[in-house]
């Protein structure tokens, strides 16, 4: 009886969650507000803080959803005016957010994030070791401009494809020529029942084995155990190579995921002296230790599941290369054909983006009372790094995505009528593949954060943390 109470429970954990925590912890502003109306504001806020941490943690709703809390919660319980709530869900970090999605948006469009994590495999060879560290290093670089998720569905149905070749011939399959067909460029979640690490090699939509048996009595040789143990484990490894290296790519850029820009929204806030931290701080702070932590996690990750011996397994030891798995990915890498004009027009306006952001302020230049770079010709503090990401965001809407017809623009092979053609970007596509909900979610995380003090409770904790003065830094770092 007991267990199908938990059982039911459990299936209903998010409407309890949604309906429990609002309910244990609304004493907190109602005793406040009767004993000690001094301290009403910091118990509201405090209120607020642990629905938010609640609801983030369990999902009681979307995440985005629980990041216009502080919309309804705080103009209500008097914590802040709405008209003040309402400015942080579009500040100049988010816009500068918005404005880098913008371009990788772009990016996926022109299916120009496959083309360079395709180029990367191709160098680093075939080899599992090899493979994996390839994979890791194209998924960290592409994490480092356009979203985590994207990322990861975007390689992983590649890495199926490409473990698939790899043991192809451990399950008795010729090498004829692969036929499979790379997709994923989709900004969509990776639905990871799809992968059967348990088992054979995945087959993805995006993975098609079109060998067909000669004869209905023509039976697959079995696979030892040895050689199943370790395709599994590669299996495992290669996709935890994609997630690790994922999240490890996005710290190297201020827009590679939505924390850094908290962080450097809140060093502003709480040191209000400070010269803040720009797109090229950021980046060499970080650049450094995200090489670091790749390379350790490709060790890691390689020597646990591709074995801590490299005999047989790299190049320099004489190996054995396994040609089906490089076939797969020359033959997808080939199927994109030459760079097209929207390719390089992409390319073009990433690059300019990435020089606007890191000559707009060289602060290690002294030039008196303006900075040396690019904004040294405007007034000092109105050009950000949003105002170079939303300069290139628009260019993409009016940047033509083909040659122009008109005049000498026109090709002599070119008999359509002279007219328009279609920008690099479009709003449909922006539409389709945005993620809004990052928007709302750092906005939410903001308005909390300056909830948290304008009521007066980061301050009150502050107090309370100072009793801790006497302990070891890193104690208190720990705690």
Same mark, same amino acid.
């Given at each position: 009886m007991g267990y199908n109470v938990l059982k039911e429970l459990w299936a209903f954990r998010k409407s309890v969650i949604f309906w429990f925590i609002p309910i244990a912890a609304c004493p907190l502003p109602i005793y406040f507000s009767v004993a000690d109306d001094d301290f009403y504001k910091q118990a509201a806020c405090a209120f607020v803080v642990i629905i938010m941490a609640f609801y983030w943690m369990f999902e009681a709703v979307p995440l985005a959803v629980t990041g216009l809390i502080p919309l309804i919660l705080f103009p209500v319980m008097g914590i802040q005016p709405s008209s003040d709530v309402s400015k942080n869900y579009l500040k100049d970090t988010n816009v500068l957010f918005?404005? @880098?999605?913008? +371009?990788? +948006?772009?990016?996926?469009?022109?299916?120009?994030?496959?083309?360079?994590? &395709?180029r990367v495999l191709l160098l680093v060879g075939s080899q599992p070791r090899w493979v994996m560290l390839g994979f890791m290093i194209a998924t960290a670089f592409l994490s480092m401009w356009i979203s985590n998720t994207a990322t990861t569905a975007m390689m992983t149905p590649i890495g199926a494809a490409v473990l698939a070749e790899l043991y192809k011939e451990e399950d008795g399959q010729t090498d004829g020529d692969p036929t499979q067909h790379v997709q994923g460029e989709d900004n969509e979640a990776v639905e990871l029942e799809g992968i059967d690490v348990e088992g054979k090699p995945p087959v993805y939509d995006a993975v098609a084995d079109n060998t067909e048996h000669e004869t209905d009595t023509q039976k697959q040789p079995a696979i030892d155990n040895k050689a199943s143990s370790r395709r599994q484990s590669m299996q495992k490894g290669l996709m935890l190579c994609i997630a690790y290296a994922a999240n490890i790519g996005g710290t190297a /850029?201020? /827009? @590679?995921? @939505?924390?850094? =820009? $908290? +962080?450097?929204?809140?060093?502003?806030?709480?040191?209000?002296?400070?010269?803040?931290?720009?797109?090229?701080? !950021?980046?060499?702070?970080?650049?450094? %230790?995200?090489?670091?932590?790749?390379?350790?996690?490709?060790?890691?990750? *390689? /020597? &646990?599941?591709?074995?801590? *011996?490299?005999?047989?397994?790299?190049?320099?030891?004489? %190996?054995?290369?396994?040609?089906?798995?490089?076939? +797969?990915?020359?033959?997808?890498?080939?199927?994109? %054909?030459? $760079? /097209?004009?929207?390719?390089?027009?992409?390319?073009?306006?990433? =690059?300019? &983006?990435?020089? =606007? !952001?890191?000559?707009?302020?060289?602060q290690f230049v002294d030039l008196g009372e303006k900075q040396a770079g690019w904004t040294y010709f405007f007034n000092t503090g109105y050009v950000t790094d949003a105002t170079a990401a939303i300069i290139i965001a628009f260019a993409l809407f009016v940047f033509p995505s083909r040659p122009p017809r008109f005049l000498c623009c026109r090709s002599k092979d070119d008999v359509e009528k002279p007219g328009p053609v279609p920008a690099l970007l479009d709003w449909g596509t922006i539409h389709k593949k945005f993620p809004w909900d990052i928007v709302l979610l750092i906005g939410g995380a903001f308005a909390l954060a300056d909830g948290v003090e304008k009521s007066g409770l980061s301050l009150?904790? @502050?107090?309370?943390?100072?009793?801790?003065? %006497? $302990?070891?830094? !890193?104690?208190?770092?720990?705690?």
């Open positions: 918005l404005g @880098g999605l913008m +371009v990788a +948006v772009a990016i996926e469009h022109v299916n120009l994030h496959k083309r360079v994590a &395709l /850029t201020l /827009t @590679g995921t @939505g924390p850094n =820009l $908290i +962080v450097a929204e809140q060093m502003g806030i709480l040191f209000k002296d400070s010269p803040g931290i720009d797109f090229a701080t !950021w980046f060499f702070f970080a650049a450094p %230790g995200m090489v670091i932590t790749l390379i350790l996690a490709w060790l890691w990750l *390689s /020597t &646990l599941y591709a074995g801590c *011996s490299c005999a047989g397994e790299c190049a320099c030891c004489g %190996g054995k290369k396994r040609k089906g798995a490089e076939n +797969v990915i020359r033959k997808a890498y080939d199927e994109l %054909g030459p $760079i /097209t004009f929207a390719e390089g027009a992409v390319i073009f306006h990433f =690059l300019l &983006l990435v020089l =606007l !952001w890191f000559f707009r302020e060289l009150w904790l @502050g107090q309370q943390f100072s009793k801790l003065a %006497g $302990i070891q830094p !890193w104690i208190i770092c720990m705690i």
